[in-house]
């Protein structure tokens, strides 16, 4: 029987393995800290953080996210340990709520490893507070029990652990949000709030006997060896999740333009039951079948990242019961003769590889499910969502309206291989993005030459890409290659006569050209704020601006970096948008000042690399670039077709 608690009230927990889920709506950092009988936390050890997410006994998520999932042994811990506090916070900086307010109320569940609920705590009343003491575990006549707290602090992270009496807590709490700024950094941002009829639903009917895939893979039940990474819903009685507003801490508008204040059309209808499972295109809510695609893809992301959780939790499920039970065999010196010891192990290794083996059942089901409606979508998504190999674009035409998202490549992990995600993300472009020209870790290419080449290909690729989804005029590139060494990469849209102009070279070249963009991004601010938007001069160029800069920070003096960085934080908000194409290790001579500037862009790789994480789980996913197939002539083609729509434009 689940307790749902209100503040104050407390719970006795049945077992001391237990794992603490969040969903907060919005990126949070999730932590705990450890305290004695007096309530005080000793020191840095006793602080589980992104930054350092393991403690005996207790490991936390490596990085903000709008879901968490807290794992706690209790019988592992320190024994001078009376205490677990769970923390939540928000992040700083990153143009995110910066009160508890502002969002919905983060919902808390502790579950034991079968994924069975025992008791549950939604966050309620909290305004200005950017940190909270969500519950405690605590030590009581030698039992375990849990206490909803509630207890927020204005101050945010740095008084709550004063609070705490751990030393040092301001230094401590800078150095957990520098470690979430850098985390969030390298994720890829959650989508946007869902259509108003919930989230994303799945119409195909199930097999006669076998569980729904229709409900994606974090719904299916798990087994009881099986932790399963299932989300908590928000009780009915919580605040719904809306689309951040302008009236929000938020400054994202996630509002699609081509949405109406009536219910979007229903999915297709399902099969009938007794069919078995048909993936379909499109099966998800939304507006129209881009918005539909668009979820549905959203929603393979998060089963995929779900499931593959659920399967790592039961593998270390049954690597600890594993250990245990050979642990327990050898701490009894009679096991040791003979072949009861031999048994003993036996039976547990025996046992461990039956768990795995079920485990990875489970894991191949819904993998097979997802790669069978993975061959489905693929085929049937329009231009700005299709990989430069899908058929769609040799039907490309022009579009005349702006697409929802726009595709960067693939995501996958190392238990599916085979299963690639596309990563989509909104347009207009929201973050900037990185094409690290450095030497990646994967060791792909090791000619650095090579790499840098490579990288600019693959802004190449994502400028042709931006070029072909807006509408005609909708869209302007310019090109910043101080030393002229991308003069082969960029002949594609240097002969077609995309750019807005011949790439800019020397120091004069970019000083001219980030001048003009900084002109034109106070212009339209101050046009903005004074209500006057209809003022801005008739020659201003109103299309979404993409500056391209090659080889940073060659030919950037300290005067052209100041406004880099000014593009960088305030030109999406008025459509001028960055694509660095630069190795963060060329650019050491600035020191930490331009730390600001790469954390608050997309950073993308030119090969295969395991940066990216997503915003549930943490997951480190292998980014595969959206790059042009070898041979091919598609690139040609499209850029044919904008110039072609350009000039008939221009008449």
Partial sequence: MTAELVRGQNHALPQTRLEIRVSAGKPVVAGATLSDQQGQVRGTEWVAHPGSPQLPGLEVSQQAAADHRLAVDLDALPTAVDRVNVLLALPTGVGGPARFGAIAAPFIAVTGLDGTEVASYTITDLDAESAVVALELYRRQGAWKVRAVGQGYAGGLADMLSDQGLPGAREIASQILDAVARGLARSVSAPPPRTADGDRVRRTAPAAGSSSAAGGAASRPAPDHQAQPQPQPQPQSGPPQQPASAASDSPVNYTHPKRRPTAPPEPPPSAPPTQPDQPVAGDATGWDMEERLYNQIWGMFEDLARAVAAYRSAVDFAESRRDRELDQALSDPRSRIGGAGDAVRETARAKHAQLVDQARQVLDR???????????????LPPAYAAWDNPTWHAYRVPFEVPMALRLGDLQLPESPELQIPLLVRLPLERGLWIDSGRSRTDAVADSGELRRLAMQTAVAHAARLLAVYPVGGFTVHVVDPAGSAAPSLAPLVNA???????????????????????????????????????????????????????????????????????????????????????????????????????????????????????????????????????????????????????????
């Fill in 366 to 380: 819904d993998l097979a499910q997802l790669k069978a409606e993975a061959d489905v979508v693929e085929p049937a």
């Fill in 497 to 651: 006569g995309v750019l807005a102009g011949p790439p800019a070279v020397g120091a004069a070249g970019v000083m001219e050209v980030l001048a003009r963009l900084t002109q034109r991004v106070d212009l339209v601010q101050m046009a903005v704020r004074g209500g006057a938007a209809d003022s801005l001069p008739p020659g201003l160029d109103t299309a979404e601006q993409l500056l391209i800069v090659n080889d940073f920070p060659h030919g950037f003096d300290d005067r052209a970096v100041t406004q880099l960085r000014y593009l960088a934080d305030e030109g999406p908000a008025v459509g001028v948008h960055l694509m660095m194409v630069a190795d963060r290790e060329d650019a050491s001579q600035f020191g930490p000042v331009l730390d600001p500037l790469w954390r608050s862009l997309l950073r993308l790789t030119p090969v295969p690399d395991d940066h990216l994480a997503d915003p549930w789980i943490g997951h480190a996913w292998t980014y595969q670039p959206a790059l042009i197939p070898p041979g091919s002539q598609i690139l040609q083609q499209v850029l044919d077709q904008v110039v072609a729509a350009r000039r008939a434009w221009l008449r």
